[in-house]
């Protein structure tokens, strides 16, 4: 079945068509790293890594960007306000997303950083500049010059010019109060980087222009963020690349995550209702967090409850307890040589269910309605399956619930197959018995040492010696 995806440009479903068939190029906006990672940011992080694992179990192959803006006003801001410098601050908290990612079961192909990319963005600027889409100001600023773009708020939805303004502080310097900064000139006591118009940094928008048409071309297929982000970010991105590379439409697809709120209002500093992530793990397990993020679809706006993830957390113990059913059922499972028409039945059902989580992903990727059909799965494992334990229905729910985790990503560690934890128990077993013999030959004690590479020998495990140091094959099984 096709997929169709809400495009925010266009204000409507489409059907995914990539640029280049079965590969799929996407980029998210992360995290400006000057605070911890909280409730709200995971959300955006979840959906999206949940997102791409669809389309891989679909079959496309992606390539998933999300870039880390270490350089920004708020890094500086809490850099002077706690008497650090700047990158201190950049890369504890660049640490803080890493660990985040890895609690939640996230993996991001490229994780490019703004300041690795200072030569990049300059000569970005500089092609506007050359277009006659920028301009620089007096005090060694630029500006993008957004009446040169002719289809600057389409995005947004805000046509209206008196609706653009941006940048206050610097609105004297520029030509029209809503054009926006590409490269901000120093200030004292600032970080700085040389440039062709003076000390400066870049502009936050232009950053996120440069990255993702490095790493993904200068047309790519999904663009995502908060909604947050479409005005003036996303805007903005979209104007000046669209300007400086040529070519319309930029991105073809725009995905936007509703805002994640607490009693209604959006997680912020100012009204001190942020909940950090790393606090957050402290009180449940990150699988239930992860679930709560899936439990609705991700164009709403998210409301955080404590009873909301303490659902998510029964129904995470839940699919647990189905997959620990199923292990224990096929090694009980009877192998008939004929099913009945009850087990025709429950057999039509599983593969009902499994036309129904698809269904529910390929529009508009709802989570909702998939999770629905994961609860209708372990009901009929728990209800009809458990006292009736056929092979082929044991196998083939195991088979539904493992594909289902591709996406959901909750249950990796509890599909673990009995022989590759015995392996992984094998691998360590041996590599101490590598360290005791390598003791033995500091102490010269070569008799023992060599008996010990005698016996592993026989048992199928050669010992390679160079030295003090050794490594080890196994020669059979």
Same mark, same amino acid.
């Given at each position: 079945?096709?997929?169709?995806?809400?495009?925010?440009?266009?204000r409507?479903? $489409?059907? /995914?068509e990539?640029?280049?068939?079965?590969?799929?190029?996407?980029?998210?906006?992360?995290?400006?790293?000057?605070?911890?990672?909280h409730?709200?940011?995971?959300?955006t992080?979840?959906?999206? #890594? &949940?997102?791409?694992?669809?389309?891989?179990?679909?079959?496309?192959?992606v390539?998933?960007?999300?870039?880390?803006?270490d350089?920004?006003?708020?890094?500086?801001?809490?850099?002077k306000?706690?008497?650090?410098?700047w990158?201190?601050v950049?890369?504890?908290?660049?640490?803080?997303?890493?660990?985040?990612l890895d609690?939640?079961?996230?993996?991001?192909?490229?994780?490019?950083?703004?300041?690795?990319?200072? +030569? $990049?963005?300059?000569?970005?600027?500089?092609?506007?500049i050359?277009?006659?889409?920028?301009?620089? &100001?007096n005090?060694?600023?630029?500006y993008?010059d957004?009446?040169?773009? #002719?289809?600057?708020?389409?995005?947004?939805?805000r046509?209206?010019?008196?609706?653009?303004?941006?940048?206050?502080e610097?609105?004297?310097?520029?030509?029209?109060?809503y054009?926006?900064?590409?490269?901000?000139? &120093?200030?004292?006591g600032?970080p700085? %980087?040389?440039?062709?118009? !003076?000390?400066?940094?870049?502009? %936050?928008?232009? $950053?996120?222009?440069?990255?993702?048409s490095?790493?993904l071309?200068?047309q790519?297929?999904?663009?995502?963020?908060?909604?947050d982000?479409?005005f003036?970010?996303?805007?903005?991105?979209?104007?000046?690349s669209?300007? &400086? /590379?040529?070519?319309?439409? %930029?991105v073809k697809?725009?995905?936007?995550? !509703?805002m994640f709120?607490?009693?209604?209002?959006?997680?912020? @500093?100012?009204?001190?209702?942020?909940?950090?992530?790393?606090?957050?793990? @402290?009180?449940?397990?990150?699988?239930?967090?992860?679930?709560?993020?899936?439990?609705?679809?991700?164009r @709403?706006?998210q409301?955080?409850?404590e009873e909301?993830?303490?659902?998510?957390?029964?129904?995470?113990e839940?699919?647990?307890?189905?997959?620990n059913?199923?292990?224990?059922?096929?090694?009980?499972?009877?192998?008939?040589?004929?099913?009945?028409?009850?087990?025709?039945?429950?057999?039509s059902?599983?593969?009902?269910?499994?036309?129904k989580?698809?269904?529910?992903l390929?529009? #508009?990727f709802?989570?909702?309605?998939a999770?629905?059909?994961?609860?209708?799965?372990?009901?009929i494992?728990?209800?009809d399956?458990?006292y009736n334990?056929?092979?082929?229905?044991?196998?083939?729910?195991?088979?539904?619930?493992?594909?289902?985790?591709?996406?959901?990503?909750?249950?990796? @560690?509890?599909?673990?197959?009995?022989?590759?934890?015995? +392996?992984?128990?094998?691998?360590?077993?041996?590599?101490?018995?590598?360290?005791?013999?390598?003791?033995?030959? +500091?102490?010269?004690?070569?008799d023992?040492a060599?008996?010990?590479r005698? $016996?592993?020998?026989?048992?199928?495990?050669?010992?390679?010696?160079?030295?003090?140091?050794?490594?080890?094959?196994i020669?059979?099984?």
């Amino acid at each position: 079945m096709s997929i169709k995806i809400y495009n925010t440009l266009s204000r409507k479903l $489409e059907i /995914l068509e990539p640029l280049e068939p079965g590969f799929i190029r996407m980029y998210v906006c992360g995290p400006t790293v000057y605070d911890y990672n909280h409730l709200g940011h995971g959300r955006t992080y979840v959906l999206f #890594d &949940a997102f791409k694992r669809f389309l891989v179990l679909r079959g496309y192959h992606v390539k998933h960007v999300v870039n880390i803006t270490d350089i920004d006003d708020k890094i500086i801001r809490r850099a002077k306000e706690e008497g650090r410098d700047w990158k201190d601050v950049a890369d504890e908290y660049t640490k803080d997303y890493f660990y985040i990612l890895d609690k939640l079961n996230i993996q991001v192909d490229i994780h490019p950083r703004v300041t690795d990319h200072i +030569k $990049e963005i300059i000569e970005f600027i500089q092609l506007l500049i050359d277009k006659g889409y920028a301009y620089v &100001a007096n005090s060694g600023s630029v500006y993008f010059d957004v009446d040169k773009y #002719d289809d600057y708020g389409r995005l947004s939805g805000r046509v209206d010019k008196q609706l653009w303004s941006q940048e206050q502080e610097f609105i004297s310097e520029k030509k029209n109060p809503y054009d926006f900064a590409l490269w901000k000139a &120093a200030k004292p006591g600032e970080p700085w %980087w040389g440039s062709p118009w !003076g000390k400066g940094r870049p502009g %936050w928008h232009i $950053e996120c222009s440069v990255m993702s048409s490095r790493y993904l071309g200068k047309q790519f297929d999904i663009h995502g963020g908060g909604t947050d982000l479409i005005f003036p970010h996303h805007e903005n991105e979209r104007a000046q690349s669209e300007a &400086a /590379l040529g070519v319309r439409p %930029w991105v073809k697809y725009w995905m936007h995550i !509703g805002m994640f709120t607490i009693r209604g209002d959006k997680m912020s @500093k100012s009204l001190g209702n942020i909940i950090p992530l790393r606090e957050a793990f @402290k009180k449940w397990s990150p699988e239930a967090i992860r679930l709560f993020y899936l439990s609705l679809h991700y164009r @709403k706006p998210q409301d955080f409850t404590e009873e909301g993830i303490h659902q998510s957390q029964l129904f995470y113990e839940r699919l647990v307890a189905t997959v620990n059913l199923l292990n224990k059922l096929s090694r009980e499972s009877i192998d008939p040589h004929k099913l009945s028409d009850s087990d025709l039945e429950i057999l039509s059902r599983l593969l009902d269910n499994r036309r129904k989580f698809h269904e529910a992903l390929s529009n #508009d990727f709802n989570t909702a309605l998939a999770l629905a059909a994961v609860r209708e799965l372990t009901n009929i494992v728990f209800k009809d399956i458990q006292y009736n334990p056929k092979y082929t229905l044991v196998m083939k729910a195991y088979q539904l619930l493992r594909e289902y985790n591709t996406v959901l990503g909750v249950l990796d @560690k509890h599909f673990i197959k009995p022989s590759e934890e015995l +392996k992984t128990l094998l691998d360590e077993v041996i590599s101490v018995i590598v360290e005791v013999r390598k003791e033995l030959r +500091k102490r010269k004690e070569y008799d023992l040492a060599d008996r010990i590479r005698s $016996e592993l020998e026989k048992k199928g495990v050669r010992l390679l010696d160079k030295g003090l140091e050794t490594t080890w094959i196994i020669v059979k099984k």
